[in-house]
């Protein structure tokens, strides 16, 4: 399974943007789905996950609010729905399918690895 991230850019503060993550096949259908985050000189970190079959979702408390993940399972398809973004929110975000269909926060869980997109914001 490959996934394929987009969406990044170079935004303003306070601005918005929407990451998508395509899966190369649909196994993803079965799994949660989830993004994570690694800004420069940080670790990786966990941003949001969703169920495989949605909408239930878990958000890191440093975008509770703000972000919003969605999965369109008939396109094989994760969105990360991004508002009000300050210049924390800066980093390279990447979309990882889990092994199992259950939410994790825990990105030793997940299997399948996004290239990665970076998203930039401005003050």
């Known amino acids: 399974v490959q996934l394929q991230a987009s969406g990044g850019g170079s935004v303003q503060a306070g601005g918005s943007l929407r990451l998508s993550c395509a899966s190369s096949?649909?196994?993803?259908?079965?799994?949660?789905m989830g993004w994570f985050r690694q800004a420069p000189g940080k670790e990786r970190e966990f941003v949001a996950a969703?169920?495989?079959?949605?909408?239930?979702?878990y958000y890191a408390d440093s975008v509770k609010g703000r972000f919003t993940i969605s999965r369109d399972i008939r396109k094989g398809t994760v969105y990360l729905q991004m508002n009000s973004l300050n210049p924390e929110d800066t980093a390279v975000y990447y979309c990882?399918?889990?092994?199992?269909?259950?939410?994790?926060?825990?990105?030793?869980?997940?299997?399948?690895w996004g290239q990665g997109t970076l998203v930039t914001v401005s003050s």
């Open positions: 096949r649909r196994t993803g259908s079965n799994n949660a």
């Open positions: 969703i169920g495989w079959g949605g909408p239930a979702a």
């Open positions: 990882a399918g889990s092994r199992y269909a259950t939410i994790s926060m825990d990105a030793s869980t997940y299997v399948y």
